[in-house]
């Protein structure tokens, strides 16, 4: 089996600041997932990357910023941080073109002052 | 355009008891529908999925679940829960093959009590 280790469990930051969140996966998976989780809200798509070096825009992509330099590894910085910016972001993974599982991670948590 | 909508935010029910989290669906083509489980503090964890075939299916934990394509349902069910049950509840859409966006419900919040 693999995991998926996202950096840091809790952040804290100040409204404006740069911050950024890290996610790694073992499972040699293709495409990799930020979701933003709002308290009593579905899970919303803010990027995804297909393969090492792409990204991909989702409904929820403005104030966010990603890089995907390698296979196993996926950044999601927020430009600037605004008090409503608090929510859970997750990482997720899946094999390949086809529709599959995705495998999460447990989660980082934005906290702005 | 395709939606999930999960009307119940919250369930409670006695352990031992079944359950049913409703779960429907918009979408014109075929779907792939998922049910995942999140427990506190954790990320999201499949439970089941449907891609075609048998409309019953079975999952983890003595989970299973019923695709309608003439009600756009995917109910979730369990015969007896157990208080370990108490989590979020996701019923998520795909498109067909190809397809790298899944459209998730609002969650289901179960509460198992004894």
């Known amino acids: 089996g693999g995991i998926i280790t996202q950096t840091p469990k809790f952040l804290i930051g100040q409204e404006g600041q740069k911050l950024t969140l890290k996610c790694q996966q073992n499972?040699?998976?293709?495409?990799m997932y930020w979701y933003r989780q709002d308290s009593g809200k579905g899970l919303r798509l803010i990027y995804y990357?297909?393969?090492?070096?792409?990204?991909q825009k989702g409904d929820l992509s403005e104030g966010y910023d990603a890089s995907r330099e390698k296979k196993s590894s996926f950044s999601l910085t927020v430009t600037s941080a605004q008090k409503n910016e608090m929510a859970v972001f997750l990482c997720?993974?899946?094999?390949?073109?086809?529709?599959?599982?995705?495998?999460f991670g447990e989660g980082s948590k934005l906290t702005v002052l | 355009a395709q939606s999930v909508t999960q009307p119940d935010a919250r369930v409670t029910v006695s352990e031992g008891a079944s359950l049913q989290l409703r779960c429907k669906y918009s979408?014109?083509?075929?779907?792939?529908l998922f049910w995942y489980v999140q427990y506190p503090r954790q990320g999201l964890q499949l439970l089941l999925k449907?891609?075609?075939?048998?409309?019953v299916v079975q999952g983890v934990n003595g989970f299973e679940a019923e695709f309608s394509k003439s009600n756009s349902s995917f109910h979730l069910r369990k015969a007896s829960v157990h208080w370990s049950d108490s989590a979020v509840y996701f019923c998520?859409?795909?498109?067909?093959?190809?397809?790298?966006?899944?459209?998730f419900g609002a969650g289901t919040r179960l509460k198992v009590i004894a």
């Open positions: 997720a993974s899946r094999v390949g073109a086809n529709t599959g599982q995705l495998y």
């Open positions: 499972f040699n998976h293709d495409t």
């Open positions: 990357s297909i393969t090492e070096n792409d990204l």
């Open positions: 979408y014109s083509g075929t779907p792939y």
């Open positions: 449907y891609y075609s075939g048998d409309p």
């Open positions: 998520v859409l795909s498109a067909s093959t190809g397809n790298y966006k899944y459209v």
